[in-house]
Nanobody, 121 residues
Framework: QVQLVESGGGSVQAGGSRLLSCVASGDIVKIDSMAWYRQVLGKEREWIAEIIGGRVHNVADAVKSRFTISSDGAAKTMYLQLTSLEPEDTAVYIC???????????????WGRGTLVTVSS
C-alpha cells in the first residue's frame, strides 16, 4: 500500500507564505506523476499544479505567479511553496500521485488526506 502525507498547513495573514510538503511511503517502484489540488468545503476540487516524469508540467493560471511546485524523487516528496497568499487561497491542499508498486506494476492514483491553509485578511 502507498501512503501520502501532507504537512505544512496552518494559519497565515494575507501576503504571507507557507511551504507544503507531501511524502510518499510504501511499496513504491516508481512515481509517474505528482500533483497538488485544493478544495473548499462545498466546492469542486481545484487542480493547482503537476509534475510528470520529475519535471514541472503545468501550473494553474490563478496561482502560477505565486505558487511553486517542486519534487525530490529520491525522497519521494513533493512540495508546494505558497507566497503572497490571499484569503481566496484558504483551502485544504491535497496531494496526489500516480504510483507503480510491487503489487501493481501499472500506475495507480493515490491521495493524501490534505493539509489546511487558512489565510486571514
Amino acid at each position: 500500500q502507498v501512503q501520502l502525507v501532507e504537512s505544512g498547513g496552518g494559519s497565515v495573514q494575507a501576503g504571507g507564505s507557507r511551504l507544503l510538503s507531501c511524502v510518499a511511503s510504501g511499496d513504491i517502484v516508481k512515481i509517474d506523476s505528482m500533483a497538488w489540488y485544493r478544495q473548499v468545503l462545498g466546492k469542486e476540487r481545484e487542480w493547482i499544479a503537476e509534475i510528470i516524469g520529475g519535471r514541472v508540467h503545468n501550473v494553474a493560471d490563478a496561482v502560477k505567479s505565486r505558487f511553486t511546485i517542486s519534487s525530490d524523487g529520491a525522497a519521494k516528496t513533493m512540495y508546494l511553496q505558497l507566497t503572497s497568499l490571499e484569503p481566496e487561497d484558504t483551502a485544504v491542499y491535497i496531494c496526489t500521485m500516480v504510483v507503480r508498486t510491487y503489487n501493481y506494476h501499472y500506475g495507480r492514483t493515490y491521495w493524501g488526506r490534505g493539509t489546511l491553509v487558512t489565510v486571514s485578511s
